[in-house]
């Protein structure tokens, strides 16, 4: 018996662009670790371990806020022995990060297209607010959505599936726009079209179902998505 064929990709009707990494690096973080005397090797470590616990959560329902999972990542990796300022000063950075260079181009991009653009990161949506708005690209929007409000975390279903209905728009219809293979297959798990830039991670990574579109960064994926007939 041969399996049907998945159908082709439409065009999307909206992007939803992931904010950490996606939209702004994280790399930049790396100062103020050395800042609170927490050596900056640390910071992949912290990091991957918010996203361990970020899809612990996921399947769990848990109903934290973004910020009490990144500041319980840095309290593990420290030993709890981080000193409250220093935490304060990691978190306080997460708000006032960098957009990567093409973020506006491809955002102006999906606009000009006549999509409805939004951002949809992880945990609930006061950093990306606070970030959306200092970098001004918050005019490049129209919404930042939240995963906090059925008290869920990407990559379960939840949230791609509640963005498309704050969109009144069908799954199919919605594209996700991420630098994170978890995410692909999230959003693809959840009938989103997906687009992956390859500017964090490099290769996609092997255990998932490729994203529908790829491209070396922002602009080449929503290039590439506008292109879906």
Known sequence: MTASPSPAPRRPAALAFDVYDTLFPLAPLEWRFRAAGIPRVLMTRWSDHLLRDAFALALLGGGH???????????????????????????????????????????????????KVVTLGNGDDGPAHALM??????????????CAAPNSWKPSSTPYLAAAEALEIDPDR???????????????????????????????????????????????????LLALK
């Open 65 to 115: 806020s973004f910020e009490e999972v990144a500041r319980g990542a840095l309290r593990d990796i420290t030993g709890h022995q981080i000193a409250p300022a220093a935490e304060d000063t990691i978190i306080e950075g997460m708000s006032e990060l960098t957009e990567r260079r093409e973020a506006p181009a491809a955002l102006a991009a999906a606009l000009e297209a006549g999509l």
């Open 133 to 146: 708005a200092r970098s001004g690209l918050d005019a490049l929007v129209d919404g930042v959505l939240s």
């Open 174 to 224: 919605l594209a996700l726009v991420t630098a994170h293979g978890w995410d692909v297959a999230g959003g693809a798990r959840a009938g989103l079209v997906t687009g992956w830039s390859a500017q964090l991670e490099g290769r996609f990574p092997s255990v998932f179902t490729p994203p529908d579109v790829t491209g070396r960064d922002l602009v080449e994926v929503v290039d590439g």
